[in-house]
C-alpha cells in the first residue's frame, strides 16, 4: 500500500471515530528501508518519520532534512543510556522512555540543553518478560518520578502481544493516560492502527503498509 492509501484510511477511520481530521499524526516507519523509498515518501509531502535505531538515523537523516524542510524524527526503538546525547540532539520526539536511570539521563541532558523532546513513556501492557516497557502496576509512579524531574511527558506508548487482539491494550493505555492527565497516545502500527484511532491514539507508527516489506 502507498502512502496515499493509508492517509485515505486514517482519514476515514478519525472520521468513524468522531475524531476531528489531522486529529492523528501519522509516524511513517522508515527503519531499515531502502533510501530511494523513504525519499519517495519525503517527496510526496509526508514529514514524520520514525526510526528505530539512533546509529542508522543520524546516519541519514541530517541531509534529508537540509533537503526537504520540516522533517520531524520520532525515535520508536529501544534507547541506550549512552546514545541519549545524539538521540535528544537527533528527534523530535522519543517513544521508548522506559526506565528510572533513562529518565535521569534525559533530565540531565534536558537541563543542560534547555530544551528537550517530547517524551512518551513506554508500557509493556502485556506484561512480556522480552519486551521493554513500564508494567501497567508501576506506571503512576514512573510518571510520577518523570514529572518531578521536570520531563516533558507527551503520552505513553505501547505495543500490544502478537498473538492478542490489540483493542483491549490500546483501551488500557488510554485509560492510564487518563488517569495520569496525559493526551498523547502512540499506539497502532500497520495491522491495527485503526483500531487505535477509534480507541483515541494521537499517534499511529506505520510502516511496510506504506513503504512495503524491507529487503
Given amino acids: ?29 522508515s527503519k531499515l528501508q531502502p533510501a530511494a523509498r523513504v525519499q519517495a515518501v519525503l517527496r ?9 535505531y539512533v546509529q542508522e538515523a543520524a546516519g541519514k537523516w541530517p541531509a534529508w ?11 520508536i526503538g529501544p534507547l541506550q543510556s ?11 520526539a522519543i517513544h521508548t522512555l522506559d526506565r528510572p536511570s533513562l529518565a535521569e539521563r534525559l533530565a540531565r541532558l534536558a537541563q543542560a540543553r534547555g530544551a528537550c523532546p517530547e517524551l512518551f513513556v513506554q508500557v509493556n501492557t502485556g506484561a512480556e518478560p522480552q519486551k521493554a516497557g513500564v508494567l501497567p502496576a508501576d506506571l503512576d509512579r ?7 524531574l521536570g520531563l516533558p511527558l507527551a503520552g505513553l506508548m505501547c505495543i500490544p502481544p502478537e498473538a492478542e487482539a490489540a483493542a483491549p491494550h490500546f483501551a488500557m493505555l488510554a485509560n492510564m493516560a487518563a488517569r495520569n492527565g496525559l493526551r498523547g497516545l502512540s499506539m497502532g502500527m500497520s495491522s491495527d492502527f485503526e483500531a487505535a484511532v477509534a480507541a483515541g491514539a494521537t499517534h499511529v507508527r506505520v510502516g511496510s503498509a506504506i513503504f512495503g516489506p524491507r529487503v
Avoid at 493509508?6 to 516507519?29: H, M, S
Avoid at 532534512?65 to 525515535?75: C, I, N, S, W, Y
Avoid at 514512573?142 to 518531578?148: I, K, S, T
Wanted: charge should be positive.
Fill in 1 to 29: 500500500m502507498a502512502l496515499a492509501e493509508i492517509t485515505t484510511r486514517l482519514r476515514a477511520a478519525e472520521v468513524r471515530a468522531g475524531r476531528a481530521p489531522g486529529a492523528v499524526t501519522l509516524i511513517a516507519v
Fill in 44 to 52: 510526496e509531502g509526508h514529514r514524520v518519520f520514525g526510526e528505530n
Fill in 65 to 75: 532534512r537540509a533537503e526537504f524542510p520540516g522533517v520531524k524524527l520520532h525515535l
Fill in 82 to 92: 549512552n546514545k541519549a546525547k545524539v538521540a535528544v540532539e537527533l528527534f523530535d
Fill in 142 to 148: 514512573f510518571v510520577a518520578d518523570c514529572r518531578a
